[in-house]
């Protein structure tokens, strides 16, 4: 399984920003995808998943309204939208990949592949 994050930069607050999880078919089919961040000094933190065979999402509350999962098919990628950005979502943001069950999506044990990480700098 191989995850590549990517679409990070530097934006200002309110701004908005899509970043990308680039991976294969099968990966979509059979994993549930998800999104965590890791600010500087902090634990990685959940942000969202989905799953598109059976279905299910599932967003932090830190971001719920703002955030949104998503993916294209067609090109195997999955997206995090980032709407009204603030400072504190400056983080690394990681796409991960697991086949857990709905009640443990939130947990990093429950995901077994993780992409490199891409930046995103919030400036107030």
């Known amino acids: 399984v191989q995850l590549q994050a990517s679409g990070g930069g530097l934006v200002q607050a309110g701004d908005s920003l899509r970043l990308s999880c680039e991976t294969s078919r099968d990966t979509l089919r059979n994993y549930v995808i998800a999104w965590f961040r890791q600010a500087p000094g902090k634990e990685r933190e959940f942000v969202a998943a989905a799953r598109w065979i059976g279905g299910g999402t599932l967003t932090a509350d830190s971001v719920k309204g703002r955030f949104t999962i998503f993916r294209d098919s067609a090109k195997n990628t999955v997206y995090l939208q980032m709407n009204s950005l603030k400072p504190e979502d400056t983080a690394v943001y990681y796409c991960?990949?697991?086949?857990?069950?709905?009640?443990?999506?939130?947990?990093?044990?429950?995901?077994?592949?993780w992409g490199q990480g891409t930046l995103v700098t919030v400036s107030s």
């Open positions: 991960a990949a697991g086949r857990g069950p709905f009640s443990t999506w939130r947990w990093l044990t429950s995901y077994e592949y």
